[in-house]
């Protein structure tokens, strides 16, 4: 059986990205196998992220804005995002652009196939894919579904619906989207929408929500119907494409580093920040991190600095309110946004704040509500 450097279990957003940046790196010549179940050719997903300057993906980029539009409880309007874009990438075009440069590489192959099973062995990462035994040096692993059933731990969902629309009005204002509108009826969740415009007459319109109990398809769709209704001027409209997803917001730990040979990277390597759900910008920084060391060491293992591990409590805290309903979530983010710079926010969501900084946002947040939510944090992970 051929040994191969590398193994990438699941060639999607993580696994393709880390090829990506090995191809970048003087790892380029080791040999690859990325092995997923599909052929990665649908438009299946649309990111959205924020970013400083140009990224590695930049001309590829599907849309850019240099404003957002927020409509919270106490703020309505547009966010100052200062040097950040707010950007969006389609899935089809990132697949794409980076299933061909991978294919310039005759040592990376790519297979269909469905995984069974993963295993570390002394030898190396072990491999079945339909029935087929691979090997390989290391095996990085996007494809494992997170276990949220532990009772210390918070375990929420965002989930939404999303439609990209074609109106017969103008009603969209192509250099503005909507990150986050809150005029939607709450009941008692975390419940927004999303317009994010192509055209002043296409844009995909999202509505989502962060709780533990998902919806039928039907309550998704009179949903998305009711707030195009009540707040855009459509006209007539068809739907061009839809969108459906569920990403973990959990706090349950992840060890991106299980076993010698195995790697978890992306959801899978809990490179989902556990209180917004982005993803797509976190696990590139990660996976740069893991690539470097790679190449500086041999070894891939990425070691934060403990003290970033205060983040971790702050997603606990937050998901705290969140699941325990302790405070409307309309207003907690919009004091996020409005009463601290967008600047500075999305710098905390990164994780590059400096501790007097956060202490400064803290004392924006309902301060009862956060304070029980540290409490019984702190409980649960004492007591269970
Ligand atoms: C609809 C949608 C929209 C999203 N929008 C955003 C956003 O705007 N911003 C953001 O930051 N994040 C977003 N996310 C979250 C996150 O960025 C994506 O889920 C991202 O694709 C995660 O990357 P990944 O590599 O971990 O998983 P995936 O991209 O899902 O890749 C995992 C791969 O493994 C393959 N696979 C799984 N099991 C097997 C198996 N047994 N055998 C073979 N192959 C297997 C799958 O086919 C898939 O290609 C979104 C998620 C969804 C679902």
Not at 121 to 141: H, K, M
Not at 236 to 245: F, M, P
Not at 284 to 313: D, S
């Amino acid at each position: 059986m051929k040994k191969y450097d590398f193994i990438i279990a699941g060639g999607g957003m993580a696994g393709l990205s880390l090829a990506y940046y090995m191809t970048r790196s003087s790892l380029r010549d080791r040999s690859i196998l990325i092995l997923d179940r599909e052929q990665k050719n649908r438009n299946d997903r649309t990111w959205c992220f924020w970013e400083n300057g140009a990224g590695p993906f930049e001309s590829i980029m599907f849309r850019k804005w240099n404003t957002v539009n927020f409509h919270g409880t106490t703020h309505s309007g547009p966010l100052d995002l200062g040097t950040y874009e707010y950007k969006m990438l389609r899935g089809i075009d990132f697949y794409a652009f980076v299933q061909k440069e991978l294919d310039k590489w005759p040592n990376i192959e790519r297979r269909q196939a469905t995984i069974n099973r993963i295993k570390d062995t002394p030898q190396g990462g072990f491999v079945i894919a339909d029935d087929e035994p691979y090997i390989a040096d290391y095996v990085f692993d996007s494809t494992l579904t997170l276990r949220t059933d532990q009772p210390e731990n918070h375990n929420l969902l965002q989930h939404f619906k999303g439609w990209v629309i074609k109106t017969e009005r103008p009603c969209f204002d192509p250099k503005q989207p909507e990150i986050m509108d809150f005029r939607v009826e709450q009941h008692g969740d975390c419940r927004f929408v999303y317009v994010m415009p192509f055209d002043a007459q296409t844009a995909l319109v999202e509505f989502t929500l962060f709780n533990d109990k998902l919806m039928t398809d039907a309550e998704y769709d009179a949903d998305i119907t009711r707030y195009l209704e009540q707040y855009l001027d459509t006209g007539t409209y068809q739907i061009d494409e839809t969108e459906y997803g569920i990403i973990p917001m959990s706090d349950t730990h992840t060890e991106e580093n299980p076993s010698e040979h195995i790697v978890r990277i992306g959801t899978s390597g809990g490179h989902t920040k556990a209180s917004t759900g982005y993803t797509f910008q976190r696990t590139q920084r990660y996976l740069r991190a893991i690539v470097e060391n790679m190449a500086a060491t041999g070894v891939p293992n990425r070691n934060p600095p403990w003290f970033n591990k205060r983040f971790k409590l702050y997603d606990s805290i937050f998901l705290n309110v969140l699941q325990k309903r302790r405070h409307s979530a309309a207003d907690v983010f919009t004091r996020f946004y409005a009463e601290n710079h967008p600047v500075k926010a999305f710098r905390f969501l990164d994780e590059d704040t400096r501790f007097f900084d956060e202490i400064r946002l803290f004392t924006t947040m309902p301060w009862w509500p956060f304070t029980a939510a540290f409490f019984d944090v702190i409980r649960r992970k004492l007591i269970g």
